[in-house]
């Protein structure tokens, strides 16, 4: 597995195990082993998230700031551009 580990957006996991519920008369399900699966592409950004994120930069709103400059932010320069 380690050959496999300096791959890039490929990983190893495991396999789903065997399983039994409490009243069930036998166990189902499940196979032995080990897979390599990839790593799921980032989801499309929809124009309302794009423009909030526009919004969000040009006013300088970044995690970490205070409540205070948060809010100060929001009334003065975000609700001002996402009216536009």
């Not at 409540?67 to 975000?78: S, T």
């Amino acid at each position: 597995m380690a050959v496999l580990s300096g791959m890039g957006g490929f990983y190893v996991k495991r396999r789903p195990r065997p399983y039994k519920a409490r009243d069930a008369a036998y166990t189902v399900g499940g196979n032995g082993g080990w897979v390599l699966a990839s790593r799921p592409g980032p989801y499309p950004i929809t124009s309302q998230q794009k423009k909030v994120r526009n919004v969000a930069a040009d006013c300088g709103i970044k995690k970490g700031i205070s409540k205070a400059d948060l809010q100060k932010k929001m009334v003065d320069c975000v609700g001002p551009k996402m009216r536009k």
